[in-house]
């Protein structure tokens, strides 16, 4: 069974600070893609890594993709309280194939 | 893109009885994922529907317990059969239209059963 691993399980920041989410499996995946999810709504895509060490920013939110394209990182400078929520990642394995990540669940206060 | 709706938003239902959920998508799309989700969890994949043909359950998801229709390219329903308090927590819907495989989400339907 693919399992995706995601580090820590909840993080409490203070703004401005900086941290790292890891995402972590034994499975290669095809793609990985990463989500936020606020309360009362479904997950937003933030962002798709396809190539291994493939790295993509958006604004204050860095992703990598692993080398071997099993594992994943998002760090996020600065950190605003609208950046709480629960982020997920999820591998992508041939067509319509997710494994959604355990989750994080951040909170940054203000 | 997609954007997607779901109907109810929320309902409390009781043990026994059965609930369905459509998700309207505003586009055709092949696809449509059903999920499970605990409250501040990860995602759980109920099936796969494709129009005009059977659902794919996942391992530990039956269609007796979650038929789904797909009727047309735009619209799903999800029923829950025969409800349990087991059975409560957020189901989302999703679509993923483009090349790589990229989901969007409907808004959920948070049940409680008691």
């Known amino acids: 069974t693919q399992l995706l691993e995601q580090s820590p399980q909840f993080l409490s920041i203070q703004e401005g600070e900086n941290l790292t989410v890891y995402c972590n499996s034994s499975?290669?995946?095809?793609?990985l893609q990463w989500y936020r999810q606020e309360p009362g709504e479904g997950p937003v895509l933030l962002v798709t890594v396809v190539t291994g060490g493939e790295v993509k920013k958006l604004k204050r939110l860095t992703f990598q993709f692993g080398d071997a394209r099993k594992d994943s990182s998002l760090h996020i400078t600065a950190a605003q309280p609208g950046d709480t929520g629960l982020y997920l990642c999820a591998g992508v394995s041939g067509t319509y194939k997710y494994i959604f990540g355990t989750g994080t669940r951040l909170k940054v206060l203000a | 893109s997609a954007v997607i709706s779901q109907k109810p938003s929320r309902d409390i239902c009781q043990r026994g009885t059965s609930l369905t959920i459509q998700c309207q998508v505003d586009s055709q799309v092949t696809m449509m994922f059903w999920y499970r989700q605990q409250p501040g969890q990860s995602l759980t994949l109920i099936a796969t529907?494709?129009?005009?043909?059977?659902?794919?359950?996942e391992s530990g998801f039956v269609i007796d317990k979650f038929p789904i229709s797909r009727p047309n390219l735009t619209f799903s329903t999800l029923t829950v059969s025969n409800m349990s308090p087991e059975d409560s927590s957020i189901y989302l819907c999703s679509v993923a239209p483009g090349a790589k495989g990229e989901q969007y989400f409907g808004p959920g339907t948070r049940l409680t059963v008691t």
């Open positions: 499975s290669v995946f095809s793609s």
């Open positions: 529907a494709n129009q005009g043909s059977e659902a794919t359950y």
